[in-house]
């Protein structure tokens, strides 16, 4: 059994640009919340986050998800371990291109996402850009971030290391790699990393409007002391609210239990 926690909300931004996805369904809305429990051996959820500076960035972030059910259907031959892997995420980009880069008006539409594939006891998580999956584990409340920031700052850490006493001009806050509809943009990163999750393990997804309103610190936090996930997302929700909501925000939790 897994149970699965999700909301989203607009936050002061005048459009909704993320999507979350639990299974088949794909969620755009200014104000959701869900809950229930599901009896799978096989379960996808994702967050996706339209590029607010790109053209259709709420077409992007909705397609991406929906693209992505698809080609897992229709593609598990590219499964890893019975996995997805990277290769189901660049089907994904094509069709993202196919579909929006022949207008104008949506040519260059850009989303992140970051999607977990749970089979069994077996996870695949992969990203793209900003969005990130944390996994609590519950026999020691440990919290470890499973997925890797694709900005132009991650990548200036890698090569000149991490300093606590330097300040980095808010352009390196920008993306470094996201999908994009166009079809010379296939070359992007893509994350992916395998874990076991256990029972009453936690895994958690959220667009940036969560990490970055809360920071980094106190969402771990969170997570790490909130071990219900209703708890947890209501908590998150109240709290993005509190510190203004700046940016559209969106958490899919799901726990495995016997």
């Not at 291109?97 to 539409?109: D, E, K, P, V």
């Not at 920031?149 to 300040?167: N, P, V």
Request: proline residues 2%; glycine residues 6%; charged residues 20%.
């Amino acid at each position: 059994m897994i149970e699965v926690v999700a909301c989203s909300g607009r936050g002061i931004s005048p459009e909704q640009q993320d999507a979350l996805a639990v299974g088949p369904g794909v969620v755009q809305s200014s104000n959701y919340w869900s809950h229930a429990s599901v009896d799978v051996d096989e379960l996808l959820i994702a967050v996706a986050d339209g590029v607010a500076s790109s053209p259709a960035a709420a077409r992007a972030s909705r397609l991406s998800l929906t693209y992505l059910h698809a080609v897992l259907l229709e593609s598990p031959q590219w499964c890893v371990d019975g996995l997805v892997t990277g290769r189901h995420i660049r089907a994904v980009q094509q069709r993202l291109s196919a579909r929006l880069a022949r207008s104008r008006a949506s040519y260059g539409a850009s989303t992140t996402i970051v999607a977990a594939h749970l089979v069994g006891a077996r996870v695949a998580v992969l990203n793209v850009g900003d969005s990130r999956a944390y996994l609590r584990r519950a026999a020691s409340s440990d919290v470890r971030l499973i997925s890797r920031d694709h900005t132009e700052l991650a990548s200036l850490r890698d090569e000149i290391g991490f300093r606590a006493d330097m300040e980095y001009a808010s352009i390196y806050e920008a993306l470094s790699d996201c999908l994009i509809a166009d079809p010379e943009e296939a070359d992007f990163a893509i994350n992916r990393q395998t874990v076991d999750l256990g029972i009453d393990d936690l895994l958690v997804l959220c667009s940036d409007g969560v990490h970055d309103v809360l920071g980094n610190v106190r969402w771990t936090e969170l997570i790490a002391k909130v071990e219900d996930p209703v708890l947890l997302v209501k908590q998150a929700r109240a709290e993005v609210i509190a510190a203004g909501a700046t940016d559209n925000f969106s958490v899919v939790a799901a726990r495995r239990f016997a």
